[in-house]
């Protein structure tokens, strides 16, 4: 995000807003689109507002918040006191945006102001906004604008796909004008009386492709607030916070309060209606499943909702078949799910896109972490079938019994990894050279047999399958014999990230290491020499655990995942160092991300530069991370549960 954008979140509904409250059109540069967004799709691309023709300038501008709210007045100089200020008020709601304008004279006469919005919507995908350089192909798509008595519509059509906008106030415009760009501007005549005041309320509706439900529009800014607040408040309602610790305690509520905003629908096998955690926004406000699944798992003691709603979501979305493009293989859970245009006419690969290696074992260690949490011994069963079929997969298709070790491929039209560090290059050597061939992430083997351990008690405890459980605890223990046996570095004392596809060793020292404690592959000494490890300079930034050592030539303190610092990568480790007994080590990690939480308001980013504490006092941002991503807001939840109030 630059500074300039500010975000607005309501479930699957985003807005993305300048210090004045206006959307410029930018048509992305890489980290934030600007515009409101619905369903993978652009309904506002402009939204500017001018006063006698100026656009004005922002006296009090737009603040992190859930409602935006900025105080603009018409340019000048100190020898001009402005004519007149005004309050402007924007949130957004499902599949809805609502804006409140107030104007008041400053003047001791009477004067007249034209006031006036220019509105667009460009239905752009989202895909078409990255800075990854493509272009799509629409053929034979047109958009239309019609003037209605209180404003305007747009709408969209590309053969079957069809979209629209709604733009309408209260009062109506005097007048809606053509702009020559397609444009329309809303303009409004204010006789305004001696310091008198006036008001205009906005409201959009956007209608994606497929969405048949009958929606109104809020009546105003203030009512969108009020059920975003209902719905905070339900989500932190309950929670037992450290009171010996309100920093971390801060970092929950700000989370949970962040994870209901992030609930995005979703459909169960039975065509039941959920709703389930988004991967982030502005980028991946959808489900993604490793996401979806780390969330759950990291709020389970405090929302076992959450993991209800997930498993059901991607058990409907597992799947039955091979498909090329999509990387499915029957039983695979999905990695990503689109409804954009682009997905439907199937120019990109991500309707349901399948290019995962971990998703499919996470899937599992939910279920047995939700069932043991729980006692819900329902969902177990309704799932079995899912279940077994996710076991499959990972047997056969995944390469457990053919190599030993869950594999992945690059897949040229998606994700060349499809571990947890999913960008080119992630994976590599200490050098930075990148592995030939099929891929064996160390992470990936941690979750694998925590997934064979906790279905086969699962097997055996709800299915009454005995031999069923006895065959998936020997696959575990012969796996974790196999891995230290393979990845495990001697010279380093250290498991390597990844085996080639000639079972070499990438030897990068990587935070994955940690998964493998929260996972417990290791053997008690392997892990205790592993955390201890950690927490040594070159990886334990002050802020958190790097993806990468500092120190090796692949390091970079800016990359996303070779020397960035993951808060939920952190999470992660600091589960797996309280399972170890590393206590002490613990609390240190989680201290250094509570007190980066607490330098950004109480919430954590996706992700953080890799630049240590003791030569910058205050976490360096990641320049392209999601503000609002569901991993990061469930952390401060892992750490509660892993130290504590400590």
Known sequence: MTDRHHLLVHGGTFAAVGDGGDISGVRGGGSSPDGLFVRDARHLSRWQLTVDGAVPEALSPVADGDTARCVLVPRGGRQE??????????????????????????RPVATTVRLAVTADADFTDQFELRSDHRTYTKTGATRTREVLDDGVEFGYQRREWRSSTTVTAEPAPDGVEETGTGARRLVWTLDLEPHGTAELTLRVMARPHGDRRTRRVPSSPAALNRQLLAMEGEFVEGVAFPTGWPELAAACARGLADLASLQVPATGPDGEDLRVPAAGAPWFLTLLGRDALLTALFALPYRPQLAAATLPALAATQATEIGATSVAQPGKIVHEVRHGELAHFEQVP??????????????????????????????????????????GWMLDHGGLTSRGYLVYRADQGGLANQNWKDSPGSICGADGTRPNGPVMAAGAQGYAYDALRRTAWVARTVWGDETYAALLEQAAADLRDRFQRDFWMPDRSFPALALDGEGGQVDALASDAGHLLWSGLLDKEYGELVGRRLLEPDFFSGWGVRTLASGQPAYHPLSYHRGSVWPHDNALITLGLARYGLHDEARAVAHGLVDAATATGHRLPEVLAGYGRESHGEPVPYPHACVRESRSAAAPLALLTAVGGA
């Open 81 to 106: 006191p402005p004519a007149h200020t005004l309050f402007r008020e924007q949130a957004v709601g499902d599949g809805s945006f609502v804006e409140s304008l107030r104007i008041t004279s400053n």
């Open 350 to 391: 991500y309707g349901r896109y399948y290019g995962s290696v971990d998703a499919t074992p996470l899937f599992l260690v939910l279920l047995g972490a939700y069932v043991e949490q729980t006692g819900d011994a329902a969902l177990a069963r309704r799932l079995e079938s899912h279940a077994r079929a996710a076991i």
